[in-house]
């Protein structure tokens, strides 16, 4: 249930609305838009709540909602949410990429990533220090030695910098070196790590199971968002369907949906979504001209000798930066903020082949 109320109303008039629903034994949740504001009601209300809110001086209408997840909803935030990070604003017009290896290998594979990826003009380096592998023999990541790698090269470069973690016991070591936290497609419904991650304020990431519904994947947000944690980013990964041609089949309607269903922001993972590099440049562009609001790119300087053997997923720098300053011009019709350097990056006469 929502009750909505004017802007012009005061800040006592909501605190006492807030008031007479505490009271009521649930909880409220305010959210403050461009012509209104919304107070969400977390819990089971009594019936007669509805009406005596609605009798409230101030109240302009009460709403039922009947989707399991509340804080998710665009019926209780209608405006997009804006997660700013350093400087670095995700959702709403402004495009945000990620990009950098799948995993941490070497102090210096990742530090001559993160120059590509800030010269390409990325604003985020992604890099695994843990990983899930589907066979206990693959490898799993070189753990917080890693993280403190991209912690270092994040800093020299001027990037942010995203993670995944696995378990609530590596939520507060993993927020204490990386920018932003991704729960990955494995762990989408891990409800133990979703409540512990609820409680820090470091921004989460959260990829879509590969067989999850819409439905699911916002329930599996609403955990984060009712711990306590406002700065969840959804992210389409891509669903395993009957097709074996690509990795995954990466589901672009997802983007506009979730968007029409959720006020947080939408990332792209067209690595993961396919599988093949020669489709990561389509499908990148096709993901942002369908609205999302930003990408997640798996780039290397050697995918071919990869540890995780992701590379075939992996893109070269050359085309990494060649892709971003089209997605640039892309963007600029589709209503999205990204510039790149105006001047040719050095590395395109100097990345490792």
Known sequence: MIVITKNSVSEERIAEIVHQIEKAGVQAHV???????????????????????????????????????????RDFHPDDTIIEINGVKIGGEHLVIMGGPCAVETPEQIDEIARLVKAAGGQV????????????YSFQGIGVEGLKMMAEAGRKHGLLTITEVMTPEYVDICSEYADILQV??????????????GTVKTPVLLKRGFSATYDEFLNAAEYILAGGNPNVMLCERGIRTFESYTRNTLDLAAIPV????????????????????????????????????????????????????????????????????????????????FETPKEPAEYFNTWIK
């Open 31 to 73: 959210s403050r838009g461009t012509d209104r504001t919304v107070i969400g009601i977390i819990g089971k209300a009594e019936p007669t709540l509805a009406e005596h809110l609605r009798q409230m001086k101030g109240v302009e209408n009460v709403i039922k909602i009947s989707k399991s997840y509340k804080l998710a909803s």
């Open 258 to 337: 979730l968007q029409q269903l959720s006020h947080l922001p939408v990332i792209s993972d067209p690595s993961h979504g396919t599988g093949r590099r020669e489709l990561v440049e389509p499908m990148s562009k096709a993901s942002v001209a369908a609205g999302a609001n930003g990408l997640i790119i798996e780039m290397h300087t050697d995918p071919d000798n990869s540890m995780t053997g992701d590379g075939v997923q992996s893109l070269f720098p050359d085309q990494f930066a060649n892709l971003l300053k089209e997605l640039e011009q892309l963007g600029k019709l589709v209503g999205k903020r």
């Open 184 to 197: 990955g497609t494995r762990n989408m419904q891990n409800f133990d790590l979703l409540r512990k991650l």
């Open 125 to 136: 380096l992604r890099g695994g220090a843990f990983k899930p592998r589907t066979g206990p």
